[in-house]
């Protein structure tokens, strides 16, 4: 069981699982969700409508996940998860912490060995960097622990600064 944390672009990963920072509705979005869904083509969002017309008709909840094809992405799975958006007087720790159990959750469903995570929350959702470090390398690694087929999460960050912060709360 391992944890990489590596500066890039998440849609170019070659793993199991890619985790999408969405939003409720899954019906795209900008940040990573905008770039999951442009690289990896038309097949993703019509997965995507497919949960709507069924059982998420009212969208995915916040700290939930749901998975699709990955369509032209070099992954089998695209995860989606919504993350909480940072609020200065509420604390949604668990909700950030929710979006990384239950992604993990959902590939070890599918046996997924490997999977791929954004900096979930901290681009449009404004959470800082520092905290969602924290809470997602805490939460990725008591997972890990668990029972689960995942062997491998890599954290794919977006420039020099949100990897180096992750890299410093590497346990
Ligand atoms: N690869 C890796 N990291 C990226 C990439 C990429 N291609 N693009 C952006 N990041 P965000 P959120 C970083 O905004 O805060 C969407 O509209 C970025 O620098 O994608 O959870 C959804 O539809 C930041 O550190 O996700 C929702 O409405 C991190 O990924 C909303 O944004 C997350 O930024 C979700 O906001």
Known sequence: ??????????????????????????????????????????????ECRKLRAGHYSRGLRVGQAVATTAGRLP??????????????????????????RNSLRVAASLGASTVAFPAISTGIYRWPLESAAEIALSTVTEELASDTSVTLVRFVLFGQAAYDIFRSRLP
């Open 1 to 46: 069981m391992a944890i990489e944390i590596v500066e890039g672009d998440i849609t170019a990963q070659q793993v199991d699982v890619i985790v999408n920072a969405a939003n409720s509705s899954l019906l795209g979005g900008g940040g990573v969700d905008g770039a999951i869904h442009r690289r990896g083509g038309p097949e993703i969002l019509a």
């Open 75 to 100: 992954a089998r799975w695209v995860v989606h998860t919504v993350g909480p958006v940072w609020s200065a007087t509420e604390d949604r720790s668990s909700l950030l912490a929710d979006c990384h």
